[in-house]
């Protein structure tokens, strides 16, 4: 009975590791949302530390956060559009983005943005690598605003 | 039932569920089934299944086009290096094609290049002329399924 109690104290302690490693987890609050960074450059404790700021502050965005968004994506960039549309730039001339469209610029230099269709949150990677309070405080507004569109695309898609 | 017999439907049931897993995208209602190639880099193929689910969900005319025109996904970086896709004009033109589609650019980057690939299968398949600008109306379809489902502010 106690080497059983043992085997049940190692899996629920691995398994318990196993879903916190790659993601945030609050079992409290049903609440598993995974993080993908990027192995070398990435930092998932950054990612947590604006989802507790989401939890702290606004229970009701946190709780839209948990049920409409199952990913977080740490990327270079969002983009809203490939430049290479424009025949001027796969010729190889360097052209402004914003006289290609200002709206690719716009989402290069956002936090984050939300892919419709899908439950996922791409986050931009800071630039120079850097952190602190100001990059938690960003893409926790960040997160909150998407995680606002990703419940409104699907409550709108479930019509 | 012996113990062998129930071992190799053990064996057989794991199989069907990794090959389901990883390996095939199935989509009853649609009627839709892509194979999906074993990745050999690293990320595995649930990149490419998030990129048609995203499809599905956010641009169904889009995910109607690749489920008529693609059969198989590859997404190694077989051709266009690590960032891009591609579509061997040289395949037979009445089959669905295979394509090669990058993952290594994250969600939107796949489902666009998916888009872009898929947009040179149709022109295969609509046997386009010799000299017809091939790629200016992929681009500006990957560029168009960027647009509609990237949301940022």
């Given at each position: 009975m106690k080497r059983w109690g043992l085997i049940a104290v190692v899996v629920l302690l691995v398994a318990w590791g196993w879903l916190r490693a790659f993601a945030w987890f609050d079992p409290l609050s049903a609440c598993r949302i995974h993080i993908d960074v990027e192995?070398?450059?990435?930092?998932r404790g950054a990612i947590r530390s604006a989802i507790d700021v989401v939890r702290r502050e606004d229970p009701l965005v946190y709780r839209a956060l948990c049920r409409w968004v199952d990913r977080i994506q740490e990327e270079r960039q969002c983009d809203a559009?490939?430049?290479?549309?424009?025949r001027r730039v796969r010729g190889g001339a360097g052209i402004p983005l914003d006289v290609l469209d200002p709206a690719i610029r716009r989402a290069r230099e956002a936090p984050g943005c939300y892919v419709r269709g899908s439950r996922v949150i791409v986050l931009r990677r800071p630039p120079d690598g850097g952190g602190g309070p100001a990059l938690v405080r960003e893409r926790a507004e960040a997160l909150k605003r998407l995680a606002g569109y990703s419940q409104a695309f699907w409550i709108d898609h479930g019509r | 039932m012996t113990r062998r017999r129930a071992v190799a439907l053990g064996i057989l049931a794991i199989l069907v569920v990794l090959v389901a897993r990883y390996f095939v995208w199935v989509d009853v209602g649609a009627r839709c089934v892509i194979g999906i190639r074993p990745s050999l880099v690293g990320y595995d193929n649930s990149t490419v299944k998030r990129a048609l689910e995203t499809l599905r969900n956010g641009s169904p005319e889009d995910y109607r086009k690749v489920c008529v025109h693609v059969g198989s996904i590859n997404?190694?970086?077989?051709?266009?290096?690590?960032g891009g896709g591609c579509f061997w004009h040289?395949?037979?033109?009445?089959g669905r094609a295979s394509i090669d589609v990058s993952t290594?650019?994250?969600l939107i980057w796949t489902v666009a290049i998916v888009v872009h690939e898929t947009c040179h299968a149709i022109q295969s398949h609509e046997g386009r002329?010799?000299?017809?600008?091939?790629e200016d109306e992929c681009y500006n379809e990957d560029h168009r399924i960027m647009r509609a489902l990237v949301q940022f502010e």
């Open positions: 192995l070398l450059e990435g930092d559009g490939d430049p290479q549309a424009d | 997404p190694n970086p077989s051709c266009g290096g690590f040289g395949q037979n033109a009445r290594e650019h994250g002329p010799p000299g017809f600008d091939y």
